[in-house]
Nanobody, 117 residues
Framework: QVQLVESGGGLVQPGGSLRLSCAAS????????IDWYRQVPEKERELVAT???????NYADSVKGRFTISRDNAINTVYLQMNSLKPEDTAVYYC???????????WGQGTQVTVSS
């Protein structure tokens, strides 16, 4: 089964930027939809951004205008560009994919983003 692996997290100051990557072990086009979620301790995972196989995107209100989700089919990767970061963006960020034909859900292992001065 295709796996998803996130990378790109780290420590950044408020107002800074990070770009997260979600790399598929196989074809990223195996997925009908790829989502980015985030989670802080003792809270449920929050949907941050979505991109479909057709390239349609959607964002949580809390990140609109600051985050951009995109995909590069040539290298089987989905990105989350995060600008104007705030301390409240601190979380573990996960990518999630829904496979086109089996409808199976695949989660990555997560990457930590910390926004702090």
């Amino acid at each position: 089964q295709v796996q998803l692996v996130e990378s790109g997290g780290g420590l950044v100051q408020p107002g800074g930027s990070l770009r997260l990557s979600c790399a598929a072990s196989g074809s990223i086009s195996s997925f009908a939809v790829i989502d980015w979620y985030r989670q802080v301790p003792e809270k449920e995972r929050e949907l941050v951004a979505t991109i479909t196989i057709g390239g349609s995107t959607n964002y949580a209100d809390s990140v609109k205008g600051r985050f951009t989700i995109s995909r590069d089919n040539a290298i089987n990767t989905v990105y989350l560009q995060m600008n104007s970061l705030k301390p409240e963006d601190t979380a573990v960020y996960y990518c999630k994919g829904r496979l086109r034909f089996t409808m199976d859900i695949v989660w990555g292992q997560g990457t930590q983003v910390t926004v702090s001065s």
